[in-house]
Each structure stands twice: as C-alpha cells, then as structure tokens.
C-alpha cells in the first residue's frame, strides 16, 4: 500500500520518479522547472505523478528531493549582507584567500568575490595559538563596540572565525555571546559550523553555510508546508552533496551540504547500477546539453572527498568527488584561425541550444553535428514543422565548417563527434589517472540526455572493455534520489598530540554522541544508525592529508592502529611510497552515520509492438552511411541481444550502437555493451 | 592530406601524454613545493629534438626544457640506452636556476629513440650556504648551490645509487629530496609507457606526419595570433633596486617588434650583468616575457616547437639578461617578472583594451630560519607574498594576488603557527597603496611576522622598493614595496630588498607588497566607486579628495563639492604638467 516518490529539479525540467512497491514498478514523468521559485514546480511534479498513477497522498511512504537552489545562491553570488568579526589584523584573510589568480594568462581574469564587504569585517584583540592556549585575552570592550558597528550597519547575519578556534572556542563562543546579550543578530560560529584547521578554509566555509542558509531557509519551509497541505504525511528527505539524503532542517543547518545535491543523486544511481550489474569500478557520465558531471566508483563505492570546489571558492563539506566538464550535446564547433578544427568550450546550453532545436540557435553544435550524421531524430526536439530548423542546421553546418575543411557535410560532422570524444576521454583519463588508476579498468556508465549517443566510442577510446546504459538514462539521477541512504556527517580536528588511540577514543564518542543526536532529532532509533569513522591523516611536516576508514563497527585501540596502517598502504598506492618509520600525525576525526533505505527492485517492463520502429541511413567513421535500424528500447525484454549498428530509442535519451559491437539487455533491465 | 579530425584527436592525445607525466610528477612528489604549489612541468620532444608537447601548469617553466633538451642532447644521444635519465641543471647549459633541476629520458620503441621525456621541478633546496636556495650575497654561481652539468645518473629506470647519494648529500632534508627525483623519473617513465602506445596506435610514419603537421599548424595559429596586433616597435623600460652587492638601480630595457606574423623580443639596453644574484639567463627572460605576451595573442596556444617559430628573442652577452659565465642567478627570476610589467607597459598605446597597468611586479622570495624555542630543533622556511594587480580598462585591477608568470598559493596561517615559532600578527590589504585612476590598481598586502622568544635569521632576495608600479593613461602610480623591522615602534628600521637581518626575540618583520598603478584619469572614476573604497577602508578619505577628487561627508558624496574639487584639480593639472603621483 505504499509508494516511494524522487523529486530532481533541473534548471529547465523537474523529473519525478514514482516507485510503486507493491506493484514493484516504476513510473516517470516530468514538469517545467518554475524559477526563481523552484518550490513550485517541486509540488507540481508531485501532483502531476500522484495524478497520473491515480495514488492518493497517505500512500507516499518516502519523499525524496535533488535541488539546485544552494547551488544557484552560490554560482550567482545571492549573497545577503554578513559581517564578519576575526582577530586584529586578520580581516582581510577572507579577501585574499590563497592568493592565486584563478586564470593564467587573461588579464581580465577576476577573483572569485569576497562574500562579506570589507566594511562590515572587524578585526578585535583577542589570540589563541596553535596549542590552544591563550596569548592575548579577548579584548570585549572592542567586540562590543565591533558588534554594535554591525547591528547598525543592517547586516543580516554575524560570522564568528578567528585562529585556532578549532582547539578552543572560549574566544569564538565569548563573541558570540556578546552578539546575543548586545543585538538580536543572528550569528554563526566557525568552530560550531566546520571546526577544522585553516582558517581561510573554515572562514569561508561558514560564511557560505551561512549565506545559502538564508537564501534555502524559506524554500524549505515552503516544500515543508505544501507536502502537508497535500495529506502527504513523511517527511522531506533532501539529497546533500555526499550522496545521502537528510531532513529539512538538516539541510538547512548545513546548508552548503545541498550544493552537489543533483549531481550526487546521478551518482548515488550509477553506484547502484555498478553494485547490480556487479562493475568494480566504475565512471558516471551524466551529459547534458552544457556540461558532464563525471563520478567514480572505486571497488563499488562512490569515490568521495572533503573538499570541492563551485565559482572558484572552496567547498569544505563531506561530498562525493565530482568532476564536471564543460562538454556536452551544446558544445560549440569552430574553425580557429590556423584552420583547425575545435569543439567547446563555448556552448549554446539550452537556450538557444542547438540550431536544430529551432529555437534561434545559430552555431553549430555537437547535438547538429549528430542530426546531419543521422545519429539523432530531429522529431526528438520538434513538434509540429521541423523541416526548417534542419535544413538551417545542415546549412551552417555545410558553410561554416565542412567549406573552410574542404570536407563534405558528414566527413565535417563526424570529425566534430571525434574532436568532441577524443576531448571527453582525455577528460575522464585524467580522472582515473589522478587516482593512481588505469583507466582501461573501468566501466563507463553513460546516462543523461547526451551520454549515451557518444558513450560507446568515448569507452573504445579509452579502451575501456564496458558500457553500461541504464534503464530510464534520461531521469537516471532522479532514480537515486530513491535509492540513497539516510547519511549524516561530523568531523572536527583532534586535539591530542600523537598517535594517542585513548584521546581519540574519547573524541570520537563525543562526535558520534553528538551525531546519534542529530539521527534521534530526526525520529530515527539510535540502534538503526550504523556509524563509520574516519581519520586525515600525515607525516609530520606534511602539508595536505590522507583520509583513510578506521575499520570495525566500534572504536577500539586495534582498530585505530589498522586505521593508520591503511595509512601507510594509501599512501603507498596514491604516491609510490611509505615511511613506516616516521611520525603520523592526526589532523581531523570524522564520523558518519547511515541508515539504510529499501533497495528498488523494479521489474522489467516491456512494451509490446514493434522492435525495430523505421530504419534511417546514419553515419560511421570509415564506412559512410549505413543502413541502420532505429530500435524502440522499452521493447526490449531481459536477454535481448541486439547488433550494431543500431540506434535505440526511447523517451528522453537516444543510445548509439556502432557496427561490430553487441548489446544485450541485462537481468535489471540495463544495456551492456562489451567492447 | 592529414585528416583534421584526426590531427586533432592525435593532438588530445599527445596532451594526455604530457598530462599523465605531470599529474604522476605532482601525485608522487614529496614536496609541498611540487604537490600543492605546482612549481614543476613535463615536455616530450621528438627524434629530431622537436618539441612537441608541453603540460602547461606554471608559466615560469614555458622556455626552460625547450631550451636545455635540444641544445645538449646531441652530445649525448650516441651513448642513450633505454631507461636511461639525465639531470641537469646547469644555467650555462641553458637551464635556469639551480633549485629547478631537470630529468631527460630518451624513449625508446622498437629499439630505436622515437623521442624524449623531460620535465623540471623546484626543489626546495639544493645545497649551498643559505638554505632555500635564494642566498642574497653570493657573487659567484659556486654559492648557491650544487651545479649538476648533465650526469647520465639513470640507468634501466633506476638511478645509479652513487650518483644520486653524492647529490643527496649535499642537499638539505635529502628523504625529501631523495622523493622528489624518484618523483621525476616516475613522471617520465610514464610519459615513455604512453607515447610508445601512440606508436603502436598509429604506426611510426603516420605520427611523423601527424607532428609535422600539428607543428605547423601550431605555428599558422600562433602566426595568425601575432597578425592580430597592430604592427610596430614597442619599447619600454624601469628601473631595478641593486644587486644587492652593489646598491646602485639597474635599467632593465624590452623592446617588442611586431612585424606582420612575427615578433622580436629585444632586451638591448638593459644593464650590465650584475655583481650579485640579480642576473638571468635568456631562458627565464624569455619565460617571463612569454607568460604575458601569452594574455595578448591567445591563452589556449599549444606550446611546440611550432609555437616558438614565430618570436625571436635578443638577449645581448654580457647584460643581465645573459650574464658571462658563472654569474650568480639566484634572484633572477626578479627581472623577467618586471619584464612582464614592461610587456604591459610597452603594449599599452597598441592594444588599451587589452592590457593593464604594473603590477606588484616583484617576486617576492621571502625565507627565514632559526632555532624553534618549543623544541630546541632548527627550522627554515620559504614563502612569496602577492600583491596589486594593475587596472584595466574596464576593471579595477585585483587586490592582493600574484601576478605573471607567478601563481602559487601562500601557506594557511594556523599552518605556519603550528610549524613554525612565529605569529602572524598581519595579514591585510594595505589602504591607499593602490594606484589611483579611473579603474583603480589593486591592493598591495601586509603580512607582518613576530618571531617569539627566539633570535631569527630574516633574508629577502626581492625587488621593487624604487620603482613605484606606474598607472596608465593618466592613472597613478601604486605605492612600491617596503619592508621593515618593528614598524610603528621606536626602533623601527627599514629593510633592503636583498638582505638578511638578525632579529631578536619578539622582533616583527614586516613584508608590504606593492599596489598596482591605476587605469585612466581618476577624476573621471565614478564617486560611487569611490565612496565604496573608502567606506571599505580600501582607500582613505584623504586620498579620495586629493587624487580622485571626490569629497565624501558623513559616509556620502558630496556632490557638490566633488564637482568643484575635480575641476580645482583638472586646472592645477593643465597648469603643471602631467602629473603622475
């Protein structure tokens, strides 16, 4: 009696996924996106699944959201107006941040902005160093006076960060106290938001926290009271940028956690699909029209990491480590001034997108490139009369690029789909490579409206030996959002000195205290939270460390010296060596709590009809055109095998088949194409 | 006929090579000066000594391996044997200062060479009397540090333990060091692994062709680039602060002809070599200058032999852009960064929408060392401090980064504290030292260190205290950089560029970079811009009235009286003659 319900909201499209657990099928659909108030188009979606699959509300037993609101605040700089109060001499450590410049060779290159105007940044006496202990004591005549300066200048909200604040708060929590008994500002603690080493890094993480906060705070609350005013009695689940899911306050209190939201969704599915179809590792490759995010699946898990990066500025939060590559079906193809051909980075995104979208896109593109080669069906954008954006898309195509090439309009365009490949696999190698992997190891899991059209040679590039295309590829990242555990994060840089496994032990029970807190607030049972635990770890004098998992389901003293043996074996494979012999030093503790969501275990729908819908003349490099069966996917049952070349077709993506490769559809529905 | 498409992906890939190599150099390093700051790079060339292939993460490096490979290997080739490395660092070989030494490895496929790997990187130390390598009083190359001319140290991708242990002792913290070049080999192993593959892939003849064809394609778009700028002979110069030996300034002279697809790059006039380490060789003169010239004709250009094709670089003998032998080289790096200034400087009437005003225009080597009073052991560290960046023609120019050839990151402070007897007591835009104009220069940085309960040793190998960073049309010049012990106290005392200062316990050491000079008048910027500086203390009233001539009461403009002082300072103005703060 109970349906499970995934919400993804992308800038043009809202796509909702329904799961039905007692029928054990899965229906999708989607909605506009309505910007800038994105909170509608979110209950739309909901509205229009219940009402297409003829559910009532009090069946939802799961509701599960990707959102791209944080991502916005921080990518267009919504910034409200903060303040920020820091030690005497240090207000500018914010502005300069590491001092680079974020392009090489362009003068008119810009520094990612400074959030908080340097007006409202206020130095005051006040030193704790890097013992913890106390040099100069808080001067609280000049808080006072710095906290009135800003209750006056109008600022919405105070930021508290100042040296080692981390290893003692006294300092960060007397200020605050300061602002509470002299305004009625609100105000946030570096060391209560992300109490870790680097000032720079954990002012800046703080004040972002605190700025997407004030821009999600209401949207939440708004998603919150419409699922109640439809009956719909479960709460929110909201996806953070580590591939789980946590309620609405949550999500609000950490609110930068919601920035990779979408993204990590796609990523949470591609590591389902790798666990099922039993992949050891695996790469994601959601394409769209402007860009690809690229995740990895090491020894089926996500690959993860505690710092990203959006707009230039540093993201210190728990996520899964996902790149994103400014390629994709919009991609721009150009001839320079030698005559060479490029393709990117300029792209037409999705407005105007491609010029056979008829939407008054006049550069040629990756998504034209493959309609003048017969790889897409120009009906898949257009309804109605399609014949004119065509036609002017094979003739920019002809005049722009295959003229000045000396090429016909389909050697042109195929040489564009290469140099577009060969951009990608040089993307994903590096990626793989950075992670002391060889890429041949891998599986390449192509989903998203483009991914799978260029998958199969992108992974032949790379010889890569499979390609996995999952069901639905188009609404795949909204998949995930049913499929991501419950997973919350702490962390905080340890305080002892050495490798002391009693002072950790007793850090690490503070931390997982106050993490059981955070599941039991959200009404789960203590019992039901599976707690994991985490050590940065390095060589003394070392300036950047390892992560590496403490293993057991307690902390016990063997279990911490297995932590930092893995130490060593990580730091061995990363960087070709180990030195047993010197002095570890432990930088951050970090634990994490997961509590497991039911699998999705949909059957395998076929639709009846024809397999082979029409056949078109499509394109291949050193063959020409040929004769080619457009395939209809969603007839194709468990076992199905088909032979390329081929297209396959069905809502929302289109896959291509080169000649000589195979195709069969797995037990789960997924197409496996082994190169 | 090559294929276009194909040419292209066989260009990706030949990327990739030199990609893998520099992201295994930079993985398997040891230092932080290699992992975090970048300060390394890879390059393949081919059978004929052709460069073709180069991963471009730190400007500095662009003219280093092209010039030192073909110049030495041909001395070499005759007894190459797969597996086999090189290093070298020899300036007079073409290389660039000792700290940045190079591994040259033939590659080898089907028993023949098909080409070479190479890369550079800076290693924190490599002998000689000053830790860091940037010793400010050496008069001879000798001083600072070990001179590697070409030792065949490689032999079946190992090194010869002898050769590497003899290196290793005479360099500090040599576990470190010993990393490092494990770190070089493994990069150009992987650089063979992958352009063997190419071979395999393509055939030996196809990729012949395929380099031919990418080198002069290389050239057409970087030829094509250089058309783009209007033709002419561009000159400019400033003035250097001594040696450091000698405390007399040096001019320091470029002159850029552009002459349809072609440009020279001429040094002619500038100063005698140096007696101390303010000297370079060609091979970071060109580097410097090229890492700018790169923002005007085109950032994403392949660096080939193909791309060089097209500039040719005159350093005259005996100047001290291409001192005589031996010459000390150890600040070098100071010229070509002001070169980059003078590129900026000599481009500006050509091409106003493209180029900036000075920047800091200085390096900055900072280092300092002593024994730590919390555990009785010896410490030394080395840092470079950014500064302003130049106004443009639509934008202020940035505060506080690091400008041209250089970008590498600064050290967290909670880092430095923990590591090292210091407190960093400032870190903060300095108000004012900006040059004004209409789009103003950035902000130059304060970075004031104490050295608590201890005596320390504080050295600076730097430049620019007389030179102030000009403006351009009609904006300000910035406020050069200072340098000073205790500052604001009774004893305060001002600080050479190059020198090295005992400190006592407690002592503060005060590091103030340059601004940037200002673009356009400063009377025509808008008050509301003013206003914003001033109310963010970024520029003080003071200097708001006088050199923007913006009056600004209780927090706002007054209009009024801003009208009356800017035509009060446009007639004091066409009364002198152009001022230039």
Redesign the interface.
């Known amino acids: 009696m109970s349906v499970r319900i995934g919400v993804d909201t992308g800038g043009t499209f809202t796509d909702v996924v329904l799961y039905d657990v007692d029928a054990n099928e899965v229906y999708i659909t989607k909605t506009p996106s309505t910007p800038p108030d994105f909170d509608r188009g979110v209950l739309n979606g909901i509205d229009k699944i219940l009402e297409e699959t003829d559910t009532s509300p009090g069946r939802v037993e799961f509701l599960s959201h990707g959102t791209t609101v944080g991502t916005n605040a921080v990518l267009e700089n919504e910034i409200p107006d903060l303040g920020l109060i820091t030690n005497e001499?240090?207000?500018?450590?914010l502005?300069?941040g590491?001092?680079?410049?974020p392009?090489?060779?362009?003068?008119?290159a810009?520094?990612p902005p400074a959030l908080v105007?340097?007006?409202h940044r206020l130095g005051v006496p006040g030193?704790i160093?890097?013992k913890g202990d106390v040099?100069d004591e808080l001067d609280e005549d000049a808080v006072r006076a710095a906290v009135s300066e800003l209750a006056e200048s109008g600022v919405d909200s105070v930021i508290v960060s100042m040296?080692?604040s981390y290893l003692n708060d006294d300092h960060e929590r007397r200020v605050g106290e300061l602002i509470a008994e002299e305004t009625d500002l609100s105000y946030a603690l570096s060391s209560a938001v992300y109490p870790e080493?680097?000032?720079?890094?954990r002012t800046v993480t703080t004040v972002l926290n605190e700025a997407v906060k004030v821009t999600v705070q209401d949207y939440f609350r708004r998603l919150d009271a419409g699922i109640a005013e439809r009956g719909i009695d479960v709460p929110l689940n909201v996806m953070h940028s580590g591939g789980g899911i946590f309620g609405t306050d949550q999500a609000t209190d950490f609110a930068l956690r919601t920035v990779l939201s979408g993204p990590a969704a796609g990523a949470v599915a591609c590591r389902d699909v790798s666990r099922t179809e039993e992949l050891e590792h695996a790469i994601g490759l959601d394409m769209g029209g402007t860009s690809a995010d690229v995740s990895v699946v090491e020894d089926g898990d996500l690959v993860r990491s505690t710092e990203g990066e959006i707009n230039d500025l540093p993201i210190n939060t728990p996520l899964v480590d996902i790149n994103t590559v400014g390629a994709g079906g919009g991609s721009i193809a150009w001839i320079?001034?030698?005559?060479?051909?490029?393709v990117g980075p300029k792209s037409a995104g999705a407005d105007p997108g491609p010029i056979c979208y008829g939407r008054g896109g006049t550069e040629p593109t990756v998504t034209d490139a493959n309609l003048v080669l017969g790889r897409i069906d120009p009906s898949a954008f257009l309804d109605g009369d399609m014949r004119p954006a065509i036609e002017k898309a094979r003739e920019v195509f002809g005049e722009e690029i295959a003229e000045p090439?000396g090429?016909s309009l389909e050697e042109a365009a195929?040489?564009?789909v290469?140099?577009a490949n060969?951009?990608m696999?040089?993307e994903l190698?590096?990626v793989t490579?950075?992670r002391?992997r060889d890429p041949g190891e891998f599986s390449l899991v192509a989903f998203g409206g483009a991914g799978p059209l260029q998958a199969a040679e992108v992974a032949e590039n790379m010889d890569m030996d499979s390609v996995v295309i999952p069901r639905s590829p188009g609404v795949f990242s909204a998949r995930g959002l049913l499929l991501a555990d419950v997973r919350m994060d702490e962390s905080r840089a340890y305080t002892g000195d050495g490798l002391d496994a009693q002072r950790a032990g007793v850090e690490f029970d503070a931390l997982e205290d106050s993490l059981t807190d955070r599941f039991i607030e959200q009404g789960f049972d203590a019992e039901d939270v599976l707690v994991t635990r985490q050590l940065d770890v390095r060589y003394a004098?070392?300036?950047?460390e390892l992560t590496v998992p403490l293993p057991g389901e307690t902390f016990t003293a063997a279990n911490f010296e297995a932590g930092i043996e893995r130490f060593h074996d990580q730091h061995r494979q990363?960087?070709?060596?180990a030195?047993r012999d010197e002095p570890v030093e432990i930088v951050t503790l970090r634990v994490a709590g997961t509590v497991e969501t039911l699998p999705v275990e949909d059957e395998v729908s076929v639709t009846g009809g024809e397999q082979v819908r029409r056949e078109r003349e499509v394109y291949f490099a050193d063959r020409g055109f040929v004769t080619t069966p457009v395939i209809d996917r969603q007839t194709l049952a468990v076992g199905a095998t088909v032979d390329g070349p081929a297209i396959l077709e069905e809502p929302g993506c289109t896959s291509l088949l080169p000649p000589e490769i195979t195709a069969e559809v797995s037990s789960d529905g997924n197409l496996r194409i082994d190169l | 006929m090559v294929?276009?498409?194909?040419?292209?992906?066989f260009r990706?890939?030949l990327?990739?090579v030199v990609?893998?190599m520099g992201?295994?150099l930079q993985?398997?390093a040891?230092s932080?000066n290699i992992?975090?700051r970048r300060d390394h790079t890879c390059a393949l060339f081919d059978a004929d000594l052709r460069h073709i292939a180069q991963h471009?993460?730190a400007?500095q490096h662009i003219g280093s391996l092209v010039s030192v490979v073909p110049r030495n290997v041909p001395e070499w080739e005759d007894d190459l044997e797969p597996g086999d490395g090189i290093l070298i660092n020899d300036p007079y070989k073409g290389a660039v200062h000792l700290p940045d030494v190079m591994l040259i490895s033939p590659l080898f496929h089907d028993d023949e060479i098909i080409g070479y790997a190479a890369n550079s990187a800076h290693h924190v130390d490599i002998g000689g009397g000053t830790p860091g390598g940037i010793p400010n009083d050496s008069t001879e190359l000798y001083g600072e540090g070990l001179i590697i001319p070409g030792v065949h140290a490689v032999e079946d991708w190992e090194y010869d333990e002898d050769k590497l242990s003899f290196i290793l002792r005479n360099v500090r913290e040599s576990?470190m060091r010993r990393?490092d070049y494990?770190?070089q080999l493994?990069a150009n192993r992987i650089g063979e692994q992958r352009f063997a593959e190419l071979h395999e892939e393509n055939g030996r003849e196809n990729v012949e062709t395929y380099l031919d064809e990418l080198l002069d394609?290389?050239?057409?778009?970087v030829?094509?680039?250089v058309e783009e700028l209007p033709d002419g002979e561009y000159s400019a110069s400033d003035e250097m602060d001594g040696d450091g030996i000698v405390d007399e300034p040096v001019t320091l002279v470029l002159t850029l002809t552009v002459d349809g697809d072609e440009m020279t790059i001429d040094f002619t006039g500038t100063a005698a070599e140096n007696e101390g380490p303010l000297n370079c060789t060609p091979a970071m003169a060109f580097a410097g200058t090229m890492?700018?010239i790169?923002?005007?004709i085109g950032?994403d250009l392949p660096k080939n032999d193909g791309f060089y094709r097209p500039f040719e670089t005159i350093t005259p003998e005996g100047t001290m852009v291409n001192p005589s032998y031996n010459r000390p080289v150890a600040g070098g790096w100071e010229i070509p960064m002001r070169a980059g200034d003078l590129v900026?400087k000599a481009l500006a009437d050509a091409v106003p929408e493209?180029?900036?005003a000075a920047t800091k225009g200085m390096v900055c080597n900072v280092a300092y060392g002593g024994t730590d009073p919390r555990d009785g052991d010896d410490y030394v560290y080395y840092e470079t401090?950014?500064g302003g960046?130049g106004g443009?023609m639509e934008?202020d120019g940035?505060?506080?980064?690091?400008?041209h050839f250089q970008?590498?990151?600064?050290?967290?402070?909670?880092?430095l504290?923990?590591?090292l007897p210091v407190?960093?007591?400032?870190?903060?835009?300095i108000q004012d030292s900006e040059g004004a104009g209409r789009q103003r220069g950035g902000l130059g940085?304060r970075r004031?260190l104490q050295f608590y309960d201890h005596e320390a040793s504080f050295s600076l190998l730097t430049d620019r205290t007389r030179s102030k960073p000009w403006g351009v049309f009609g904006g300000h010049a910035a406020r050069p950089s200072r340098f000073y012990r205790n500052p604001g106290t009774a004893d305060e005392a001002v600080l050479a560029s190059k020198s090295t200062t005992k400190l006592a316990a407690d002592d503060v050491a005060s590091v103030q970079t340059p601004g940037g000079g200002g673009y356009g008048d400063p009377l025509e910027r808008a008050p509301g811009d003013v206003l914003d500086d001033v109310?963010?203390?970024?520029v003080s009233r003071e200097k708001a009235r006088e050199e923007y001539g913006v009056v600004i009461e209780d927090g706002r403009v007054d209009e009024e009286a801003t009208v009356e002082r800017r035509q009060e300072l446009r007639d004091t103005a066409a009364g002198t003659t152009g001022e230039n703060a």
């Open positions: 001499g240090l207000r500018d450590v502005e300069i590491d001092q680079t410049r392009e090489l060779y362009n003068l008119q810009d520094k105007d340097r007006r030193r160093d890097s040099v040296l080692f080493t680097r000032e720079y890094d320079d001034a030698a005559g060479g051909l490029r090439l090429l195929m040489n564009v290469k140099v060969a951009k696999a040089r190698r590096r490579v950075e002391g004098g070392q300036a950047y990363l960087y070709g060596y030195m | 294929d276009t498409g194909d040419l292209e992906i990706h890939s990327k990739s990609e893998e992201v295994t993985r398997t040891y932080t992992k975090i471009d993460i400007p576990k990393g494990q770190a493994g394609y290389t050239e057409r778009r030829r094509a680039a890492a700018v790169m923002a005007f950032e900026t493209q180029t900036i401090v950014a960046y443009r934008k940035m505060d506080a980064v690091q400008t970008n590498t990151a600064n050290s967290p402070i909670e880092e504290e923990d590591e407190y960093v007591r400032r870190y903060e835009l940085v004031d109310l963010d203390e970024k």
